[in-house]
C-alpha cells in the first residue's frame, strides 16, 4: 500500500523517456607533478584553454538531450515529508535497541556508542580517561608525531577536557544526558563548530580574514553536544571538498588503515580514516558527490546521505551534513540527534520525522542492472551476494528498473557541483578578482571549470535533475517503499600514486568513476546509505579493500534505509566469510583509556 505521508515539493510521477544506458568513455588526462602545475597556470591565464577543457569533460552535454524543454527545471531538489495536521512536532527517540552493545566474541568487534555507554555508566571506564587517551594519538605539532595525526587538523585539549570533566562528573551522580554523553566524536573540516576554524582543507594563512573562529556551532552538531558527545577534533578533508580520493598535499593524507597503499575515500577523508582506527565511533561529514558514503565505503564504515535539508539547510543544492559510523546503530543514534527540527530554520525544522515502514510492508531492491553491472569483478562479486542474502534470507523482491540518461545526469551533476564550488570560493576569497589563489593545483584546475558553466547549462541540468526526479517519483509509486540498490562504488579502494602528496593529481576518468553511483542521490535530494557487505584483496600494499553496498530510498525514508543497514551488517557479521575486517592499526581506545590515571 502506498504511504499515507504528505510532502510539499513532491514531483509528479512520471516515467521517463525510454533511453538505453550506454557508458561512457571520459577522455580527461591525468595530470601529476609539473604537468599538473603547468595546466593550472595555463588554464588560469587562458580562456580558451578553459573552456576547451571544461567542453572535453563533456560537462555541457545536458543541454543537447531532446525534449528537456518539456520539463520545468528544478533550481533546488527539496522535497519535503510534511507534519500531518495538528500533529506536534518531536525529535526521533533513541530507542532501547541502540542500547545494546555487539556480542563480546563478533569477528573484527568495534567500539560502538553503547560500549562506551556501558563501561562510562558502570564505573569500568570515564570519558576523562578516554580523552586523555585519545588526545596524545591524535593531536598534531608532537615529536615524534603522533601516529593518528594525519586524520586531524586541530584538537583543543582544553576544551575537550573540560567537556570531558562534566561528563565524568554526570555518571559519577547517576545522571548522564543519554546514550552518546562522554562519546567522542570527530567534525569535518568544513562544518563550524563554535572556537574552531573551518579550514576546508585549505593551507592555513593566518593573513586571510576568513581563517577566523566560527561564533556559531551549527544545529546538527550542537544537538550531538547537547546530548553528550564530545567534539574531540576537527577531521582533515579533500581541499574544498571537490574530489572523492582525499588527497591532500596541505594537511597530509589521511591514512585508510585497511590498507594504507590506498586513499581513505573524500572528501570525509579524515572522518573515514578515524573510523577505520577505531578512534571514534561517529564522525560528521558533509556530502555534495559522495563525500560521506565513498570515505565510508573506502574505509569499511557506514555512511548517511539525508534527504536535503533534512539535518541543516545548507546554501547548496545538493550538498547535506550527514554521519559516518562504526556501526549501524550508532549511525542511526547519530542521525537521530542531529535530526532535532531546529524552530529557527523553517525549511528544516518543517521536516515530520523519519519512521520505518511496517514490519508487514513488502520489501523491495530496485536493480538497474546495466549500471550496476559496471562495477569490477571484485566489486560485483561481493555485492550481489549481499543482494542474494537480502532476496533468499530477508524476504527482498528484486525487479528490474531503468533510469534514463543517467551519464548525462553525472555530468550535469558535476557541472553543478563545481559551479557551487567555484561560487563559493569566490564568495569567501580575500580577492574576488583572483579567486583561486592559493588553492592547490588541482583545485586551481577545477574551479576555474566552474565559472565556464553557463546560465543555459544549469537550465538544463535543472530540467534534466525535474526528469529524473519525476522518474524516480513514478518508480516508487510503481513499488512502493522501493530501495535502489547499486554498489557504493565501482571499485574497491584507490590506489596511491607515488608522488601524489607533493602536488596533488587530477584524474578526471578516475574520479567520474567513483562517483558513477553516488550522484544520483545528491542531484535528485534522495537519502541513501552505505554498508560494507565485503573485502577485496589489494593489488599493493598490506591489508583488505572494503566493498560497499548502497540503497537509495524516497524523500525522507531515512529510517527504512537505516533498518537496511542493519540488515547489511548482520550479513557482514554473520553470513559473510571471517566477517568484518579489522585493520591491523586499529587502536584499542578502551585498553589505553584504562591505563590513564
Known amino acids: 500500500m502506498a504511504s499515507k505521508q504528505r510532502f510539499s515539493g513532491y514531483p509528479i510521477a512520471k516515467e521517463g523517456p525510454k533511453v538505453a544506458y550506454t557508458p561512457t568513455v571520459d577522455k580527461n588526462p591525468a595530470l601529476r607533478g609539473w604537468g599538473l602545475i603547468i595546466a593550472a597556470k595555463l588554464i588560469n591565464y587562458s580562456p580558451t584553454l578553459a573552456g576547451a577543457t571544461w567542453k572535453n569533460a563533456k560537462l555541457g552535454c545536458v543541454k543537447d538531450i531532446p525534449g528537456l524543454e518539456e520539463y520545468d527545471w528544478r533550481l533546488q531538489p527539496i522535497v519535503t515529508p510534511l507534519v500531518p495536521d495538528g500533529a506536534v512536532q518531536t525529535k526521533a ?175 570525509t577523508s579524515g572522518g573515514g580514516s578515524a573510523l577505520s582506527a577505531g578512534l571514534v565511533p561517529i564522525s560528521i561529514g558533509t556530502d555534495a558527490g559522495g563525500s560521506v558514503r565513498v570515505p565510508s565505503s573506502f574505509c569499511g564504515a557506514y555512511g548517511l546521505k539525508p534527504t536535503l535539508h533534512r539535518v541543516f539547510t545548507m546554501k547548496s543544492s545538493i550538498c547535506v551534513i550527514g554521519p559516518l559510523a562504526a556501526t549501524a546503530n550508532d549511525l542511526a543514534i547519530a542521525y537521530r540527534i542531529m535530526s532535532a527540527p531546529n524552530p529557527e530554520d523553517p525549511i528544516q525544522g518543517s521536516f515530520a520525522l523519519s519512521v520505518p515502514p511496517s514490519p508487514t510492508a513488502k520489501k523491495t531492491i530496485g536493480i538497474p542492472r546495466e549500471w550496476f553491472d559496471q562495477a569490477s569483478p571484485a566489486v560485483l562479486d561481493a555485492t550481489r551476494k549481499a543482494v542474494s542474502y537480502f532476496t533468499d534470507k530477508l524476504g ?155 540503497a537509495m530510498g524516497e524523500w525522507g525514508a531515512e529510517e527504512q534505509l537505516l533498518g537496511w543497514a542493519k540488515e547489511a551488517e548482520a550479513y557482514l557479521n554473520g553470513v559473510y566469510e571471517g566477517g568484518r575486517y579489522r585493520p591491523k592499526g586499529w587502536a584499542d581506545v578502551v585498553k589505553i583509556a584504562k591505563d590513564v590515571k
Open 396 to 550: 527482498y523482491e528484486v525487479v528490474d528498473i531503468e533510469i534514463p540518461y543517467l551519464p548525462e545526469g553525472q555530468y550535469g551533476h558535476s557541472a553543478w557541483a563545481l559551479t557551487e564550488g567555484a561560487d563559493h570560493q569566490r564568495s569567501r576569497a580575500a580577492d574576488p578578482d583572483n579567486p583561486f589563489a592559493g588553492l592547490n593545483y588541482c583545485n586551481q584546475l577545477l574551479m576555474t571549470g566552474g565559472f565556464y558553466t553557463s546560465g543555459i547549462d544549469m537550465i538544463k541540468y535543472g530540467q534534466l535533475r525535474e526528469l529524473h526526479m519525476q522518474h524516480l517519483a513514478y518508480l516508487w509509486k510503481k513499488y512502493p517503499g522501493l530501495l535502489i540498490v547499486t554498489p557504493t562504488t565501482p571499485e574497491a579502494g584507490w590506489k596511491i600514486h607515488p608522488g601524489d602528496q607533493a602536488y596533488g593529481f587530477s584524474d578526471g576518468n578516475l574520479t567520474f568513476r567513483n562517483m558513477m553511483y553516488i550522484w544520483l542521490a545528491n542531484s535528485t535530494g534522495c537519502p541513501a546509505v552505505t554498508a560494507p557487505v565485503g573485502y577485496a584483496e589489494p593489488e599493493q600494499g598490506d591489508g583488505r579493500l572494503p566493498i560497499g553496498l548502497m
Open 93 to 267: 527517540e533513541i530507542t532501547p535497541d541502540l542500547y545494546e552493545p555487539q556480542p563480546d566474541d563478533l569477528a573484527g568487534r568495534f567500539y560502538s556508542v553503547a560500549d562506551y555507554h556501558d563501561l562510562f555508566k558502570s564505573g569500568k571506564l570515564t570519558p576523562l580517561q578516554v580523552a586523555k587517551a585519545l588526545l596524545p594519538l591524535i593531536t598534531r605539532g608532537q615529536n615524534p608525531p603522533a601516529k593518528y595525526e594525519s586524520a586531524w587538523t586541530v584538537t583543543k585539549e582544553d576544551r575537550v577536557l573540560e567537556a570531558a570533566k562534566k561528563s565524568t562528573e554526570r555518571y559519577a551522580a547517576g545522571q548522564p544526558l543519554g546514550v552518546l554523553d562522554g562519546v567522542p566524536i570527530g567534525v569535518k573540516d568544513d562544518v563550524d563548530v563554535e572556537g574552531y576554524i573551518a579550514h576546508m582543507g585549505l593551507a592555513f594563512d593566518a593573513s586571510n580574514p576568513f581563517f577566523k573562529p566560527a561564533t556559531k556551532t551549527v544545529w546538527p552538531v550542537a544537538q550531538l553536544e547537547a546530548a553528550g558527545a564530545i567534539v574531540i577534533g576537527r577531521q582533515v578533508m579533500h581541499e574544498l571538498g571537490s574530489d572523492v580520493s582525499g588527497c591532500n598535499p596541505a594537511w597530509g593524507t589521511p591514512i585508510n588503515w585497511n590498507n594504507p597503499a590506498y586513499y581513505p575515500g573524500g572528501s
